[in-house]
């Protein structure tokens, strides 16, 4: 087998925390590093409006992305990084898949569904409160995938059936023109564990239980204080498979670490000493893509122009593919 092209949008809502890191950021960025891929992650600041309307908070979310996933090592000279809205072809593709899309197709996506549900159980219109943004998203969607070919599409679960979505599109369009689109996979990474939050629920911001991932070492220090641990006293033995502090040391520590804080447990150890002994793996972890962030995020020119060259270097792809596209359709 040849090179895959591995595509992921991520998009600019909400503070990034460590649940963030260990479930997307790193397997995404290891991902990127093998050398029978070519990857292409690129911040979905469009889909945001659909939720987002606050113009300040969407450029600054967006150049946060952005300086996360350099400080964390993405390599924008083998990653095609960019930024959604700078690749004019994805709209005008949008436009045409959605005259090859059947309205029956976007009702039974789950965003939309679950909206009429909930307003047919209030009693209200089942189209309250729904916009043309939510509804033709998967579409908007399916046109970042298509116009980059991609193979695989890394993905949290709730995103499988629009990757499914975009499957459907394109395989519609190919009966209609001829073969043109690569049919793209999801990619769900089941081993990647999921970390709890200071409450012992999965690490959300939907919870508010999160902790950040840029916050300063003192800040960071407390935080991780208050993870909820019971009241057993320092010397009477914990069972490690029963305790928040010993699931997030496993994402960040090494395996003997990991062995020999599991062994401390059984044996015995105060919350104290394991919240300080985790503090430091987490800490070891963060302190330099920390350093770097900050760096990043002060210097937007820099930022801007990073993802400048890699929306140019993404039009190369997507402007001849797009004229092909314009050809089929019948504008040439
Ligand atoms: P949140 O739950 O905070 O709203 P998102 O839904 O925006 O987070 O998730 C973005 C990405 O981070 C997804 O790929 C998701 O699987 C991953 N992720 C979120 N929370 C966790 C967690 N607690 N543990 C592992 N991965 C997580
Ligand atoms: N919908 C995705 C999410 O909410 C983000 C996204 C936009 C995306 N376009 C994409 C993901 C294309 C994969 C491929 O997380």
Known sequence: MGEK????GIKPTGDLHIGNYIGAIAPAIELSNQADMRPVYFIADYHALTSMQNAEELHNRTYEIAAAWLSFGLNPEK????RQSDIPEIFELNWI??????KGLLNRAHAYKAKVEENLAAGRDPDAGVYMGLFNYPVLMAA??????ANLVPVGKDQIQHVEIARDIAETFNRTYGETFT???ALISEDSAVIPGLDGRKMSKSYGNVIPLFVDEKKLRKLIFKIKTDSKPPEEPKDPNDSILVDIYRAFATPEEIADYEQK????IGYGDAKQLLFE???RKLEEPRRRYHELIH???RLNQLLENGAERAREVARPFMNDIRRKIGKY
């Not at 447990?265 to 015995?268: K, P, T």
């Open 144 to 149: 970042d995938i298509l116009l980059f070919q």
């Open 97 to 102: 898949l959605s005259c090859q899309t059947s």
């Open 299 to 301: 210097d937007k020119e």
């Open 79 to 82: 990653v095609l990084f960019y």
């Open 281 to 283: 793996a987490v800490n």
């Open 265 to 268: 447990f059984r044996e015995g």
């Open 183 to 185: 049919l793209p996979e």
């Open 5 to 8: 092209i591995v595509l992921t």
